[in-house]
């Protein structure tokens, strides 16, 4: 069996790492895909938006690929995948994922599965809109960057050139070997497949960031009551700057929506129905935020509605 071509894709929350993917399986209907989803949350929101006819996933939840607690069950993914006739092999990392260490993990696949995969590189997907500000706060912005063969600069419609030119400045300050490709909407067509993106920068493995003790609390709420727009948005801001991230699946007056909720940005985009709705808020401030929704929660909607870990 020939190898398949594996892509490890990295990027901070919010910066389009479903959508890059969304866009490719699109677009690269000749091929096998496979994909392995990471998310941090119990439910796996992109993986249910993802999933199509044809195309081979398997989800990894609950924690970082690249930490200690998931490592093994991210080998034996990879090993697993190997097994399947599949052209291509597409990791989505979650976005507070280091991916410092994926050199010594793949090295633990050939162990269990042998030479199956052909590491082709690893893609970093950069939020022009917000990365000024991430690269200051989040070391694991600059690990994903540094630890990358090509950036992508996604959302590039939302910024003016000014602020693209200090981006790539920034790039090429942390990592001056990356291909770097510009997106909107995560899309930047299919040549980079046929480019060796791993020539161009030597990678050097170390320890990932990611680590048990470090490790994010998740916590989803659950309810069967129908909100307005304005009682969810309320809800949503109050709650918002102790999160990270919050998205789910949720039933308003106008039908039912995927929500998505990065920085100060609330998106909605249509959905099928669902037994119930569902949001998962990953914490800035540990198990603090179970009291931030709680109240807000009560303050706001007043509704029946369930926690879960």
Excluded at 160 to 171: G, L
Aim: with cysteine; charged share 30%.
């Amino acid at each position: 069996m020939k190898k398949k071509g594996l892509y490890v894709l990295t990027g901070f929350l919010g910066s389009g790492k479903t959508t890059f993917l969304l866009n490719l399986l699109d677009n690269i209907k000749d091929k096998k895909i496979g994909i392995i989803q990471n998310e941090f949350g119990k439910i796996n929101v992109d993986g249910e938006i993802i999933e199509r006819d044809g195309i081979k996933m398997m989800e990894i939840s609950r924690g970082s690929i690249f930490c200690s607690c998931l490592k093994l069950s991210f080998v034996e993914s990879l090993a697993e995948m190997g097994k399947m006739d599949l052209d291509y092999v597409f990791v989505e990392s979650s976005g507070l994922a280091d991916p410092s260490n994926i050199e010594e993990i793949l090295e633990a696949v050939k162990v269990l599965a042998g030479d199956v995969y052909e590491f082709k590189a690893a893609i970093c997907l950069i939020d022009a809109v917000n990365f000024l500000d991430q690269i200051k706060e989040e070391e694991t912005v600059y690990r994903q960057l540094v630890h990358c063969h090509m950036a992508i600069l996604n959302k590039i419609d939302l910024v003016d050139e000014d602020k693209i030119h200090k981006i790539n400045e920034k790039i090429k300050e942390i990592n001056p070997n990356c291909l770097i490709k510009y997106g909107k909407e995560g899309n930047i067509g299919l040549d980079f497949l046929s480019i060796d993106l791993k020539s161009l920068n030597k990678i050097e493995s170390e320890d990932s960031l990611n680590t048990v003790d470090n490790k994010p609390k998740t916590i989803s709420l659950q309810t069967e009551e129908i909100l307005t727009r304005d009682e969810l948005n309320e809800f949503l801001e109050k709650v918002l700057p102790d999160c990270y991230r919050i998205k789910g699946f949720f039933h308003l007056e106008e039908g039912w929506f995927q929500v998505d909720v990065v920085e100060k940005l609330i998106d909605y985009k249509p959905h099928g129905e669902r037994e119930n709705s569902e949001l998962v808020f990953l914490s800035k401030v540990g198990p603090k935020i179970i009291r931030t929704i709680d109240t807000n929660w009560k303050e706001i909607v007043n509704k029946p509605m369930k926690l879960k870990n």
